[in-house]
């Protein structure tokens, strides 16, 4: 059986747990703790050493979706994560521009390390506060021919669609 | 147990702020990636300083220091250069004083400003070794300073942060930088220093920033504050170097022994199970 597998990434709080859980047929095997420091108590837990989910195709291939620990002193992992992907998602806060610096930093590691092809999510598009599309685009610095989408990490169209956005960028690289 | 260890674990800042509330006398060995440093203290203030290569260390005598603080001329630097060979500069300082060059306020001042020089590169080090020798001093033909280290401590701080923040904006120099193709903008009408237009004149794809950074003799804090703001102005992105391995490689590696049409038959047969989800 052939198992490839896509990384999605971020900054801390994106919401890349709750996209995997969203698609994954199985519990994702989330290593979650209580969050220690004060001044990333967001939100009650967050990641230490990766969410794993998996979406079975048949009894020849699995797609596995792994994803990073949100907090910077884990960023050892990335690298191991990121070997043999075969693309990422870079998951933004659109409601958190203070964490857009951390997620343009990201985005150049993960490029650095696997020069595969990615899509940058969007995500808490829903939320009032978000960012519009354009203007998150220039605060990443992200050049024309990098797809930015829309997201909503619990709702499962819009997860598919970045899966399948970036399958398509995967289809057209080999297609090239 | 001595006072040693590894740069990672202790900034500079945060042993100069160590030497300075234990009143610490001695001499803070430092060895990092590409050269090292001597650093002598007494009762908590810095005495003297002085990097351990040969060049550097010629720099740091003392008709340099003050040709460079100019107290002195060209003319007067070449003079001595040939005269005060084999003098201390305790000796030649007096010597100096005496005959009417400098006053003792411009000699002090000047070593001053250099050993603190020397203090500010050092917060740009963040690999190597470090070790206190409570048994070193000053050299005997050297003049000591007196230099409260609050000040340079806050310094060191502030660039930490500053350190800190480059990295996240610029993690990898293995990356390579390309000029944006922004309409308008022209380089020319660009005001840049000498160091950034010294940085612009590597931009290639070709050139990882690590090289930029080697062929200009620049440590990585001063090539990522330089990067930072060609990229905060919008003249220059990043990009992976020219020769890297591309897309497809990478995809090569997540599909091992699968040929193209293998490859795209995989793709094809995910999209469909995803929107069957």
Partial sequence: MLTVK??????????KTEFIKTVSEIDVVSTERKISNPEERVKETTTVAMDFGRITVDESLVLYLFGTPGQKRFDFMWEILSEGMLGFIVMVDST???????AR????????FSPTPYVVAASKQDLKDAWELGDMRAALRLEDEVKILPCISTDKESVKNILLELLGSILTELEG | MALQ??????TVTQLLNLVNLANKSGALLIQGPNEGARLIFRQGRLAYAQLANEA????????EVLHRAEHINDAQLNTLRRRAVGMSDKELGLLLINAGYVTQTEILESLQAYYVSIIQQLFTWVEGRFKFDARQDVPQNKIPVRIALEDLIIDGSRQMAEWDQLS????NLDMALTFTDRPGVNLKKVNLNVEEWRVVSYINPKNSIRQIAKA????????????????????VRLVRPEGAPTRLDGLQSAFPGAKKPEQKALITRLIERIRSI
């Fill in chain 2, 168 to 171: 996240v904006e610029i993690p």
């Fill in chain 2, 56 to 63: 550097a260390a010629a720099q740091g005598s003392l008709p």
């Fill in chain 2, 216 to 235: 200009s003799k620049m440590n990585d804090l001063e090539i990522r504050r330089i990067v930072y703001g060609l990229l905060q102005a919008g003249l």
């Fill in chain 2, 5 to 10: 260890g590894d740069l990672q674990d202790f």
């Fill in chain 1, 6 to 15: 896509m990384v999605v990434t971020g900054p801390f709080n994106a919401g």
């Fill in chain 1, 96 to 102: 958190r521009p203070e964490t857009f610096r951390e």
């Fill in chain 1, 105 to 112: 930093g990201i985005l150049a590691a993960f490029r650095a």
